[in-house]
T-cell receptor, first 115, second 113 residues
Framework: EAGVAQSPRYKIIEKRQSVAFWCNPI?????LYWYQQILGQGPKLLIQ????????DSQLPKDRFSAERLKGVDSTLKIQPAKLEDSAVYLC?????????????FGEGSRLTVL | GNSVTQMEGPVTLSEEAFLTINCTYT??????LFWYVQYPGEGLQLLLK?????DKGSNKGFEATYRKETTSFHLEKGSVQVSDSAVYFC????????????FGQGTRLTINP
């Protein structure tokens, strides 16, 4: 079974530029998550989708971050304009059922460096 | 709000030593508790879980018991191996609303032969 795919694996940009990350979840997983992991910290949820609807985006900085999940499968996370503090690994995860009972499957992440 | 606190790392042990990584949580209600592991160059993966008080999760020789009275979920292993070297994350998920995972800051474990 194919795992969660993410791209690009690494991205270096200058502040005020824009960047987009792509995620393809495990086939059949209705729930998709984007997490931000800053160095030395645990992952923090940015946004959670159930199919193509948003369940929770309370910690997404909406002035600069946006995410979409068209057709309930692939998802894109965009940052525009980027700030230095956005340097982090962006993790995509998917699951069959709700997080409190089920297992989340994570991709390897996309590492962003903002200079 | 919900939060998870893990013991400070990094932790360095010799092979076959006993391992404990402490985890305590703050949550309303009765959350589910998890340990995730991140091996070098890989994504996070679920190690074990417990969904109610006094449950014991176990996998690959690791164990953790859901202690409601002490709000803890400490990870233990009786005899560690070099292959256990990784970053370990404690996490919780509430049973209301979006049921999202909240992670601790992670503990880096290095096992020397």
């Amino acid at each position: 079974e194919a795992g969660v795919a993410q791209s690009p694996r690494y991205k270096i940009i200058e502040k005020r530029q824009s960047v987009a990350f792509w995620c393809n979840p495990i086939s059949g997983h209705a729930t998709l998550y984007w997490y931000q992991q800053i160095l030395g910290q645990g992952p923090k949820l940015l946004i959670q989708f159930q199919n193509n609807g948003v369940v929770d985006d309370s910690q997404l900085p909406k002035d600069r971050f946006s995410a979409e999940r068209l057709k309930g499968v692939d998802s894109t996370l965009k940052i525009q304009p980027a700030k230095l503090e956005d340097s982090a690994v962006y993790l995509c995860a998917s699951s069959l059922v709700a997080a409190n009972t089920g297992e989340l499957f994570f991709g390897e992440g996309s590492r962003l460096t903002v200079l | 709000g919900n939060s998870v606190t893990q013991m400070e790392g990094p932790v360095t042990l010799s092979e076959e030593a006993f391992l404990t990584i402490n985890c305590t949580y703050t949550a309303t209600g009765y959350p589910s508790l998890f340990w995730y592991v991140q091996y070098p160059g890989e994504g996070l993966q679920l190690l074990l879980k417990a969904t109610k008080a006094d449950d014991k999760g176990s996998n690959k020789g690791f164990e953790a018991t859901y202690r409601k009275e002490t709000t803890s979920f400490h990870l233990e292993k009786g005899s560690v191996q070099v292959s256990d070297s990784a970053v370990y994350f404690c996490a919780l998920s509430d049973r209301q609303g979006a049921q999202k995972l909240v992670f601790g800051q992670g503990t880096r474990l290095t096992i020397n032969p």
